[in-house]
């Protein structure tokens, strides 16, 4: 019998991108919701208590809305909100942090797709933490660059709009009250002392993620070896040569990719790290399918571009 898979949300930017990964696989029993009842909580009821997995694509009050409307034991939950990232008996879905989250994610019938800054800078800062390269009470910033879509239909609408007002030519920096959502699943996955200063950009282009780390005062040959080291033999994170990219990369280079590449820059004492991916691929839909893929026990690449 072939899984049963349902959408929450499949009209969205997420949604969509997960339909687009799963619609020409065999191996799947994708559940259609009427377009008419795609928000009628009757009907999403039915379709979240039939499925085996389930993909949450919805703003965070609707996502926890849909978790209480399964009253079974099978069905398993895939959450691509903020909403369950840092709670009890959800495991955090980036696999290759470690055996453990891997594992958690294979078992789990809860399973928190990681938000998109948080996936950069956690790419980075995780494994420079669990390699003792960085401490958890080091002060840390980062800066990072997303395209439109990562704000959903509405931001996609006002980039796309005909009379699009003179600020979004322009790139925009947010987050301006140092309170981002993403920064408690930063802190709590890294297990930091304090969030990091973040300081997300958005700018006009449709997908594509820098997500940047500055280190004031670590070698950038130990920061490069730790990381290598981490990730080696890891199929959707990797790390590239020594100082590829210089002297210049773009924030829209993995758009369409599901994998995700760091790359580490230095100059004596100062380094930097920057994960380039795509927010709707190992940001959102592609990191989605892939904890999927793991939750069946197929191959995590399944259905992925890498
Ligand atoms: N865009 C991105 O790059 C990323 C997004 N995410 C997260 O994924 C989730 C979805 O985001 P995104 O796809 O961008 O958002 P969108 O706004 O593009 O899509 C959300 C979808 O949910 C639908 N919806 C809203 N309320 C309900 C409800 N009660 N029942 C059923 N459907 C509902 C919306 O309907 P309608 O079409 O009528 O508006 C829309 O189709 C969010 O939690 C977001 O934070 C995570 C990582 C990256
Ligand atoms: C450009 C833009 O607005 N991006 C969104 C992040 C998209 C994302 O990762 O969303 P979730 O955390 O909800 O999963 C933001 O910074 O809030």
Excluded at 74 to 101: C, K, N, Q
Excluded at 259 to 271: F, K, P
Excluded at 272 to 292: C, E, P, R, W, Y
Aim: charged letters at 20%; one cysteine or more; proline letters at 4%.
């Amino acid at each position: 019998m072939r899984p049963k898979i349902y959408i929450d949300g499949k009209e969205g930017t997420t949604g969509l991108q997960i339909y687009e990964r799963l619609g020409a696989r065999d191996d799947l029993e994708l559940l259609l919701i009427d377009e008419e009842k795609r928000k009628d909580t009757e009907e999403r009821r039915k379709f979240l208590n039939a499925a085996d997995i389930v993909f949450l694509c919805l703003p965070d009050a609707a996502a926890r809305e849909a978790v209480s409307l399964i009253e079974n034991d099978h069905t398993r939950v895939i959450d691509a909100s903020t909403a369950h990232r840092t709670a009890d008996g959800w495991a955090y879905g980036f696999p290759e942090l470690s055996d453990d989250h891997r594992a958690a994610i294979q078992t789990s019938t809860r399973v928190a797709n990681p938000g998109c800054h948080a996936t950069g800078f956690i790419a980075s800062v995780y494994p420079l933490v669990a390699h003792g390269v960085l401490s958890a009470t080091d002060a840390l910033t980062c800066f990072s660059l997303t395209g439109y879509s990562g704000g959903g239909k509405k931001m996609i609408a006002s980039y796309e709009a005909e009379d699009k007002t003179n600020d979004l030519y322009a790139p925009r920096v947010y987050g301006l009250n140092l309170q981002h959502k993403h920064l408690p699943e930063m802190q709590k996955v890294c297990g930091l002392a304090t969030p990091p200063v973040f300081c997300p950009v958005v700018d006009d282009y449709y997908k594509g993620m820098a997500t940047t780390v500055m280190l004031p005062d670590h070698n950038v040959h130990i920061v490069w070896q730790a990381l290598s080291a981490h990730y080696a033999g890891q199929k959707m994170v990797k790390v590239a040569p020594l100082g590829e990219g210089a002297p210049m990369i773009s924030a829209n280079t993995f758009s369409g990719r599901d994998s995700l590449t760091l790359y580490v820059h230095g100059h004596r004492s100062q380094t930097i790290v920057t994960a380039l991916f795509d927010n709707l691929g190992k940001g959102a839909s592609g990191a989605a399918v892939q904890n999927m893929n793991l939750m069946l026990g197929l191959d995590e690449t399944t259905g992925l571009t890498l």
